[in-house]
Nanobody, 122 residues
Framework: QVQLSESGGGSVQPGGSLRLSCAAS????????MAWFRQGPGKEREFVALTRWHSSSTLYADSVKGRFTISRENAANTVYLQMNSLKPEDTGVYYC???????????????WGQGTQVTVAS
């Protein structure tokens, strides 16, 4: 069973940058989809970005388009989320997830990491 572990969270001022990493243990099948979700205080978990494991195809939430970039390093079994121009509303716990559907619906994902906290405040 693939386990996911996020890292790279922290506190940053508005306009700053962070890069999150999601390391996967075990084999990730080529048909897999890897995604990032986030959950802000008092909010439901929401989609941020996704990528296919063996394709350059990506999808972003409108709220992060142009600011965040999802990428992967297959040899290292790692997915990244580069976050630039961060805003206070980006604050939340960021989760890495693995699924088999090209979907922004969190219910389509069956493996989740423990999450990493991102706080954007001045």
């Amino acid at each position: 069973q693939v386990q996911l572990s996020e890292s790279g969270g922290g506190s940053v001022q508005p306009g700053g940058s962070l890069r999150l990493s999601c390391a996967a243990s075990g084999r990730i099948y080529s048909s897999s989809v890897m995604a990032w979700f986030r959950q802000g205080p008092g909010k439901e978990r929401e989609f941020v970005a996704l990528t296919r494991w063996h394709s350059s195809s990506t999808l972003y939430a409108d709220s992060v388009k142009g600011r965040f970039t999802i990428s992967r390093e297959n040899a290292a079994n790692t997915v990244y989320l580069q976050m630039n121009s961060l805003k206070p509303e980006d604050t939340g716990v960021y989760y890495c997830a693995r699924g088999s559907q090209y979907s922004s619906n969190p219910q389509e994902y069956f493996s989740w990491g423990q999450g990493t906290q991102v706080t954007v405040a001045s």
